[in-house]
């Protein structure tokens, strides 16, 4: 039987993680699926992810790792795929992995390996390519979705958007996912990065500046949420895995709390050195926990080089709140060219979380960082 050229069962825009898998999938099912990309080359932020060690899934994943609107949608689809799922086909593949703190899962190698995992899955299940392929218009017809495409025409019974996020724009990033849901009438919760550093107002910045290079276990909170890891001073501001994590909930104006000794009872501390070394100086005891030149941006040197015995309870306490208690608002984000996620997208209200089928758009489907579901 002949297949008329340009009709394909599927047509997944975006050759991303989620687009690949998705495809895999459906050829798996005896699709003729077809995965078009605007791209030079498939799973691009892939080979970014984890620095280049791609962090592919987690030990623990469960609905509370991921931030949505409809904080229920992503649990349908968790179920029935789950970390173990991957993981077999990872093993399949004689992928060698390895485990870091809460579970996080990464390559031994390169990011590559997966990458070339997801390609040769997508070899077996026939999956077609059509990269460096721009698509001018989409529209909906009887029989599927006409795509005209700089490649030529394309016709598809059902259209998967995988386009993702707006998260780094040199990989590729766009907001075409978006406007084609606002084309067919599917609302969109508003956007902004996620998982990216801060920069601080102009006078922390000229403060801390000098601070740039230095990492420190801290927690830090923004009311309920809280995070324990470390923090990198940067030359525009601070980064690291906790700064990312709680950027997630961080929105402009707010403060953020930060404990550079979340393992230490500090004031208590410094009460036993006072007795027991009452001669050595502050700076002196508190080195053993903390970088001098961070010491030097948070607590007063006269209080620094002063000798335990002459100092008071109340001006510990000062102590414990520069260094435990710090309250910082940051004057915003790196925004998107550095965001590893995007907050906000298509809302998934409008999505079967069963199926990601558009709920009044029968044929097309979202999948991936384009929808409103990020990972915390």
């Known amino acids: 039987m002949s297949v008329e050229p340009g009709r394909y069962d599927v047509v997944i825009i975006g050759a991303g993680a989620s687009g690949l898998m998705c495809a895999i999938e459906a050829g798996k099912r005896q699709r003729r699926v077809l995965v078009v990309d605007h791209g030079e080359q ?17 030990y623990s994943v469960d609905g509370d790792n991921f931030l949505s609107q409809n904080p229920h949608f992503c649990k349908s689809a968790l179920s029935r795929f789950t970390q173990w799922d991957f993981l077999e086909l990872i093993k399949r593949h004689s992928i060698r992995f390895h485990a870091r703190e809460h579970g996080q899962l990464f390559c031994d190698e390169s990011s590559s390996d997966i990458l070339d995992m997801l390609l040769a899955e997508c070899k077996t299940a026939g ?61 969109t919760i508003q956007t902004s990065a996620g998982l990216v550093p801060f920069t601080l107002q102009p006078e922390h910045r000229q403060q801390l500046s000098a601070l740039s290079g230095i990492a420190v276990r801290s927690r830090v909170a923004i009311g309920a949420h809280c995070f324990c890891e470390n923090m990198l001073f940067t030359h525009r501001g601070l980064s690291g895995p906790v700064i990312l994590q709680i950027s997630n909930y961080w929105q402009p104006g707010q403060r953020i709390s930060i404990d550079l000794l979340p393992d230490v009872d500090l004031f208590t501390r410094l009460q036993e050195a006072k007795q027991q070394r009452p001669q050595k100086q502050l700076k002196s005891i508190l080195a053993q926990w903390l970088p001098k030149r961070l010491l030097a941006s948070r607590v007063d040197e006269a209080l620094l080089e002063t000798a335990l015995r002459s100092l008071t309870d109340q001006q510990f306490f000062k102590v414990v709140e520069a260094l435990q208690q710090w309250q910082l608002k940051p004057n915003g984000t790196e925004g998107y060219r550095t965001a590893e996620v995007t907050r906000g997208g298509v809302d998934c209200n409008a999505i079967s979380s069963k199926t990601m089928e558009a709920r009044q758009v029968p044929g097309l489907y979202f999948t991936g960082e384009v929808l409103d579901v990020t990972g915390a």
């Open 127 to 187: 999956v077609e390519f059509k990269l460096r392929c721009e698509i001018d218009k989409v529209e909906r017809r009887e029989d599927g979705f006409q795509l005209a495409t700089r490649q030529g025409g394309i016709t598809a019974t059902s259209l998967v958007v995988a386009t993702g996020g707006l998260s780094i724009p040199a990989a590729g990033a766009s907001p075409f996912g978006y406007r084609l849901a606002q084309q067919f009438g599917l609302p």
């Open 42 to 58: 498939p799973g691009r932020k892939i080979l970014m992810a984890g620095g280049g060690r791609c962090n592919f899934t987690n």
